[in-house]
């Protein structure tokens, strides 16, 4: 007899139904907010939608459950979110559909993984906790005590701690991720993978190694006062759209923005504020000075040479230029360095770059003249295998002018799920720092294990080479977020148990281990009792967050008292006290503020409005060697392609949040009822006799091996020769897994190297 086969991993190659119109030259306006409304509408209707969001982002209400961009310390608006926002909400308050035991008693797991994303979002909210047994086709019910012994059974039958795998989303609260991270030590494993393994693990190499911390420098204030603000690799239109506002703000003050993209997007180009008339009306501030469309990958190459043309411009008069107090004071190794970027010629840097000499020279003279700048990031610079690099080097453009530690100036990665930032300060870390490990085992009086654990890259390895055996998943999904998809897949399927906390449906719940787990947990917006949690904002901004609506389910169950099910049952020779932590998260906060620095009365500070500032020590222009900030120095490292090659980058749609898609639209671009889409300069498409919408493959090529990626349309887009974009996890695939950033070991996804053939 045949074997079945398994549930798909990934989307259906098909195409739906794809509209195309002229690309925006602005974000937001009326139609973000008549697409707020048929999202809130869709999903929970009126009455709930309305509750929902008049408690977003305020001081008395509820952390947003998208974007980590901070709220005003000040006044807030009575709608202090952005249509991004409004659709994580109506997602996470949805109630019109549910995935209960009827549903998952009627839908197959394969028959469901024959779904698409967008169509897994649709279903509604997870309301029951559901076990797949060992061999079975359906979910069925199971109670919250069998399923935390089922975990514990698998837990104690491994041979090792480190067969066990505990990764995190970014929208886990800080009391869930103190208690997880503490769950897993106490068990014996630092395999702690969370989300930042993939996006800004490159950011905090970069920064910790230079400024000496892993975070930004800069407060929203700092935005009204910059006279400059670059942006690098980021599309805040779509994935940061209440950041649109602080650049209108400083726009407004006077800053130049200058936006760095391979892509023109909308949101780098100008800004239609919907609570504004004049925004209603679709008129927008224009926000850039200068658009760079830099090459794929050369990021690097005009950092560089803008760097380089500082240094002439010091040199053709002498003390005009550079902060040489600043330097002297604050840094080391900056000869060495000067002798390294000018011995770069420019024909290097304008061919990596894709830039001219002209272009790069103006985009010098804009910092130059600016007293106080600010630089902007997100995965347009990390996840190349250069990332750490690059990032070192805008580390050193802003040393050249002391442009960190001073008002309206310094560095800002700009991070995405809400609390992403905050699930590290709890200890969500594969390798911990010492002292936190040291003032975690006195707390709580036993030795946390000081052995690295494993990353995400590394716990694919594991799981798919059998040393991996037990996967617990604190949100997110994993398979659809991750690179190299069918190695995952296999990985997933050769674990003894696979776990999902989950508010919704998705695809990590349908490729699973011998047997799985789908325990549905409360939303940000839905009231836990009277117990309030807290968040970390972009900005190192601690806060709590309230939630107001009804929740979805009396089955639904907290997401640290989910946690601390699963230690009680799994430790049963510890003395932590984890059924009293569930029913009091003034107990967590409590000890949370005995062994992480920054945390002094936590309870107090957490409750003011708007929250509190955790320490920031290069803010105090105080850095990680000796107080001094090292300038970096890296060589340059263009891509090798054949002819035939291109580089593509994996991108979001706008009506998409990381692997969450809530609709098949991307508005901003032109694209409405399609996803297979790839997006490629026009004369690439000539050179290969590509027409527009054609059906084309992809192949990735990475060390002799490749990859495939079947059925997209090809679209002429305004962006460099050479570059390709198309939308992620469609495209994961191509993402080998042994492509990383060096020293992060960030997934390479905006670097990959792919050839385009018409589809057959």
């Not at 009575?78 to 109630?95: D, I, M, P, R, V």
């Not at 019109?96 to 394969?110: E, I, L, M, Q």
């Not at 199971?142 to 480190?162: D, K, V």
């Amino acid at each position: 007899m045949a074997k079945a086969p398994q549930p798909a991993a990934e989307n259906p190659e098909e195409f739906t139904d794809l509209q195309r119109s002229t690309p925006a030259q602005s974000a937001a306006g009326l139609p973000a907010v008549t697409s707020s409304m048929k999202h809130a509408l869709r999903e929970s209707g009126a009455g709930r939608a309305l509750k929902s969001w008049l408690g977003l982002n305020q001081k008395d209400g509820f952390d947003c459950p998208s974007c980590a961009w901070p709220d005003p310390d000040g006044h807030r608006a009575a709608t202090e979110f952005c249509e991004n926002g409004a659709k994580a909400l109506a997602s996470e308050a949805a109630n019109r559909n549910r995935c209960d035991s009827v549903f998952f008693k009627t839908h197959s797991v394969a028959d469901l993984a024959a779904q698409t994303d967008h169509w897994h979002e649709l279903q509604g909210r997870l309301t029951e906790p559901m076990v797949l047994r060992k061999g079975a086709t359906h979910y069925e019910p199971i109670a919250w005590g069998e399923a935390f012994s089922l975990i514990a059974e698998e837990l104690h039958a491994l041979s090792s701690p480190n067969e066990a795998i505990f990764y995190t989303s970014g929208r886990t609260v800080n009391e869930a991720a103190y208690l997880y991270q503490l769950m897993a030590r106490r068990f014996g494993t630092n395999n702690l993978p969370d989300c930042s393994n993939m996006c800004h693990e490159s950011s905090g190499a970069a920064l910790k190694a230079t400024i000496g911390i892993g975070k930004g420098t800069v407060s929203l204030q700092d935005f009204e006062e910059a006279e400059a603000i670059f942006i690098f690799g980021q599309n805040p239109g779509t994935n940061h759209p209440r950041m649109l506002s602080s650049l209108q703000t400083a726009k407004r003050n006077g800053a130049e923005i200058v936006a760095v993209n391979p892509l023109k997007e909308a949101g780098l180009l100008g800004f239609a504020h919907p609570q504004e008339v004049s925004g209603m009306l679709g008129m927008a501030t224009p926000l850039t000075e200068q658009y760079l469309q830099v090459k794929i990958n050369g990021d690097m190459a005009l950092l560089k040479g803008m760097q380089k043309a500082l240094i002439a411009a010091e040199a053709e008069a002498p003390g005009t230029v550079l902060d040489q107090e600043f330097i002297d004071q604050h840094t080391t190794g900056f000869d060495e360095w000067r002798t390294a970027v000018e011995a770069v010629e420019w024909d290097e840097l304008t061919e990596q770059s894709g830039l001219n000499r002209k272009e790069i020279e103006a985009a010098a003279d804009t910092y130059r003249r600016a007293r106080s700048v600010i630089s902007c990031w997100a995965m347009g610079l990390t996840q190349h295998t250069t990332a750490v690099a690059c990032i070192q080097e805008l580390v050193n453009l802003h040393l050249l002018r002391g442009n960190i530690g001073k008002p309206g100036a310094g560095l800002c990665p700009v991070r995405g799920h809400s609390n992403v930032q905050g699930d590290r300060t709890m200890g969500i870390t594969t390798n911990a720092p010492q002292a936190f490990l040291k003032a975690l085992g006195r707390e709580f009086r036993f030795t946390p294990p000081t052995e690295p654990g494993l990353d995400v890259v590394q716990s694919i390895r594991a799981m798919r080479d059998g040393r991996g055996k037990v996967f617990i998943a604190l949100g997110g999904n994993f398979l659809s977020a991750t690179p190299d998809v069918k190695v995952v897949a296999e990985g997933l399927r050769r674990c003894r148990l696979t776990v999902q906390v989950s508010t919704k449906l998705n695809r990590s719940h349908l490729v699973t281990g011998q047997q799985a787990l789908i325990l549905p947990c409360l939303g940000r917006s839905e009231k836990d009792g009277d117990q309030f949690v807290t968040v970390e904002n972009s900005m190192s901004i601690v806060h709590a967050s309230h939630g107001k609506l009804e929740p979805i389910s009396l089955t639904v169950r907290s997401e640290p008292a989910i946690v601390a099910g699963m230690a009680k049952a799994v430790l049963t020779e510890d003395d932590t006290p984890w059924a009293e932590f569930a029913e009091d998260y003034t107990l967590i906060r409590k000890r949370i503020e005995k062994t992480i620095a920054g945390f002094d009365n936590f309870e107090q500070r957490a409750t003011q409005p708007g929250g509190f500032y955790l320490p920031n020590n290069a803010k105090e222009r105080r850095f990680a060697q000796d107080d001094k900030a090292p300038f970096s120095i890296h060589p340059l490292e263009p891509l090798e392609l054949t002819d035939d090659q291109l580089v593509l980058m994996t991108i979001r749609s706008h009506d998409q949040f990381n692997t969450t898609i809530y609709g098949m639209d991307d508005r901003y671009r032109g694209i409405r009822g399609e996803r297979r889409v790839v997006f490629l300069n026009r004369e690439d498409m000539t050179a290969r006799g590509l027409e527009p919408e054609q059906p084309v493959n992809l192949t990735s090529h990475w060390q002799g091996e490749t990859r495939e990626a079947k059925l997209f349309l090809a679209l002429p887009y305004d962006l460099p020769r050479g570059c390709a974009a198309a939308y992620f996890p469609e495209t994961n695939v191509l993402v080998p897994l042994d492509s990383t950033a060096r020293i992060s070991n960030t997934p390479t996804s905006k670097a990959i190297i792919i050839t385009v053939a018409g589809a057959n």
